[in-house]
């Protein structure tokens, strides 16, 4: 399901099933954050697993994917 933001920080809960993805939208100027949340062991993207990462320009977006138990992966327009 798509999110749209506009200057905050999601934090992924870790109540998805594995193969579930949630879209996230930066549609205003200021800064999106993704985090872990809490059962989020693993949230890797753009070559690297991270505790967050950043939705990199406006109107940029990131898919983030469930790919195991506790486990999320990112693509997108991530920093």
Known sequence: FPVTIHAQTFTLP???DIGERVDIIRDGAGTVTI????GVTTLAGAGTAKSSF???????AASVTKVAA???????SIA
Do not use: E
């Not at 950043?54 to 940029?60: A, R, W």
């Not at 506790?70 to 997108?76: L, Q």
């Open 54 to 60: 950043v939705i990199s320009q406006q109107y940029g």
């Open 14 to 16: 870790d109540l998805f």
């Open 35 to 38: 985090a872990a949340g809490t």
């Open 70 to 76: 506790n486990s999320y992966r990112i693509v997108g």
